[in-house]
């Protein structure tokens, strides 16, 4: 029947003549001295073993559907005589950064890949395989290449390449999807709305997932960064101690950047930045102390050369090397909320909030422009608080109603707006409490297209009512994605039935409503009191059109093409 073999930290044991077709047939972690032989599993995957030494996996059939054999922090393991064919989704054998193995005699046929090596997969020998009729024979990334293994006397017929570069693809790859934080997807997203799956955390997810790679990277409150796959399920997850709140960014090597925070020795709380495997481990972390003890990092974003940009609300914007290494530091003239934006030339804009008592390099309430090394350009203070800022094809940045030239002028103010987005026509969408609005790139608005929680409820005894909307992701095909709900705090009879639902809308390119889908409805209020606080995070577009929105529910929302 169909079961998954679990275990940790396991010495000396053998798992010899099972068979299966769970999720997992042998799933094992920890382990050491082990014999894996003559076992024939069909599921999601057949052999997942990780942190794992001087064990030999022998003669298995791992026909599965995504991996046959999955290694990933190894060393010294055989890895012999196996039947890794017919896999529909992934390789037959599977290594990340792991050494010392030794691939021999197995039969790696009709897969989309044979063989694949990454994150720092070397020093491993790859002999006497028969490697046939695969999509791609052997493929690598740049820091697991052939050269880097032993790689020899295997038989390669039928593929179509025998040996292939590992590019990563990341169709959402950073919060806003890209450095100029446009929000525009080169991917449709769907024109009717089906719910996929829903994956639950055990917080609350509040900011956009990343999308790299098959892989779906998405943080939590309960301080847990999850990696899932493209039919939500969980590949692993990486505890970190505090809550998570920003979007994990995802590098041209397909490192991830997670920024997030930790207590100091003395219990205050500083930013840190991890830099994660794809296989979740952490390369490195760095610690970003700041002289005011705030720990809010704003999620990374990657520059072309590579490096990470975060700022936080201690009045810094702040520049890390792929190494980890501190690039610049530059004292703000008030808090940034929100992450930076770079443009096509490389110069780097932020937009600050409130001023700074302390000596100021910048400027509060304004909107400015970073050359590379940190030094500022220009600066601007047209007056009001910033957040998000997006940069247009020519230079132009949108923040919050203002649209500044390249050159640091003021072209026009007019409506706020939330993060703004940037269509391929230069048409700026952005929202606010009176719904979504498409902005022409002189300042006019277009069109405005109204939410059901538009205004607020209206009750007189609701001392706190909100409406709140995330940021656009535009598809390729036009469509406008955005989050909308309502908190409140009423404290007599609740609203009408159904008002406040937290919802996911879609509209079209002329402001008319394509559908909405609720992700999470309002619940039934007391007569005597009643707070509601929903939430959803931005959405995010993957490469087969699916959006991907986070909940104040804990869930992780995958909405495809009905």
Request: overall charge negative; proline content about 6%.
């Amino acid at each position: 029947g169909a079961f998954t073999i679990r275990g940790s930290y396991l010495s000396n044991a053998s798992f010899v003549g099972n068979t299966g077709g769970a999720e997992e047939g042998i799933e094992l972690d920890h382990l050491s001295s082990l014999l894996i032989s003559q076992n024939q599993f069909f599921g999601h995957e057949s052999i997942h073993v990780e942190s794992c030494a001087d064990t030999t996996i022998d003669s298995n059939n791992a026909s599965a559907h995504d991996d046959g054999v999955y290694i990933a922090n190894c060393d010294n393991i055989q890895v012999s005589n196996n039947d890794a064919s017919n896999i529909a989704y992934g390789p037959g054998i599977y290594l990340v950064d792991s050494d010392g193995i030794t691939i021999t005699s197995n039969i790696l046929s009709n897969n989309p890949e044979g063989i694949r090596l990454v994150d720092h997969s070397t020093g491993n020998y790859i002999t006497t395989n028969t490697i046939s009729n695969n999509q791609c024979g052997i493929r690598t990334d740049s820091t697991s290449t052939p050269d880097q293994n032993y790689v020899a006397d295997n038989t390669l017929t039928g593929n179509t390449q025998d040996y292939c570069t590992f590019a990563v693809q990341s169709p959402w790859p950073m919060s806003h999807q890209n450095a100029q934080h446009t929000g525009l997807s080169p991917f449709p997203g769907p024109t009717a709305p089906v719910l996929k799956w829903s994956f639950q955390t055990s917080g609350q997810v509040e900011a956009a997932p990343a999308v790299g790679n098959g892989i779906i990277y998405v943080g939590s409150t309960d301080g847990n960064l999850y990696a899932l796959n493209l039919q939500g399920q969980l590949i692993w997850k990486l505890q970190t101690p505090s809550p998570i709140r920003t979007t994990p960014a995802i590098g041209s090597d397909g490192t991830i950047y997670l920024a997030s925070s930790i207590q100091n020795s003395s219990g205050r709380p500083e930013g840190i930045l991890y830099a994660i495997s794809p296989a979740g481990r952490v390369i490195w972390n760095v610690t970003l102390a700041n002289f005011q003890g705030y720990d809010s990092l704003s999620s990374p974003t990657i520059g072309s050369d590579g490096t990470i940009y975060t700022s936080d609300v201690g009045f810094r914007t702040i520049a890390v090397n792929p190494d980890g290494t501190l690039r610049w530091v530059l004292q703000t003239g008030g808090e940034v909320f929100d992450s930076p934006a770079v443009g096509q030339d490389g110069t780097l804009y932020v937009a600050t909030d409130d001023d700074n008592p302390s000596p100021t390099v910048v400027c509060g309430q304004c909107v400015a422009a970073l050359n590379p090394d940190g030094t500022v350009k220009w600066s601007l203070r047209p007056g009001g608080g910033f957040g998000f800022p997006a940069v247009g094809s020519d230079g132009t940045v949108y923040v919050d109603g203002v649209a500044v030239s390249s050159n640091g002028t003021l072209e026009w103010q007019g409506r706020p707006f939330v993060s703004p987005s940037i269509g391929t026509d230069g048409t700026i969408y952005g929202t606010g409490n009176q719904g979504l609005f498409a902005i022409n790139q002189d300042g006019s608005t277009r069109w405005r297209f109204p939410t059901e929680t538009e205004g607020g409820s209206g009750n007189p005894c609701c001392s706190y009512d909100v409406v709140q909307e995330s940021s656009v992701a535009i598809g390729s095909n036009g469509i406008l994605y955005f989050g909308d709900w309502f908190d409140h705090y009423c404290s007599c009879a609740p609203e009408p039935s159904g008002y406040g639902n937290a919802t996911l809308y879609a509209v079209n390119p002329d402001g008319t409503q394509a559908w909405n889908f609720v992700i999470q409805p309002t619940i039934a209020c007391s007569t005597s009191s009643c707070q509601q606080t929903l939430s959803l995070s931005d959405p995010a577009i993957g490469s087969d059109g699916t959006v991907y929105i986070g909940s104040g529910d804990g869930n992780l929302y995958a909405i495809g093409q009905a």
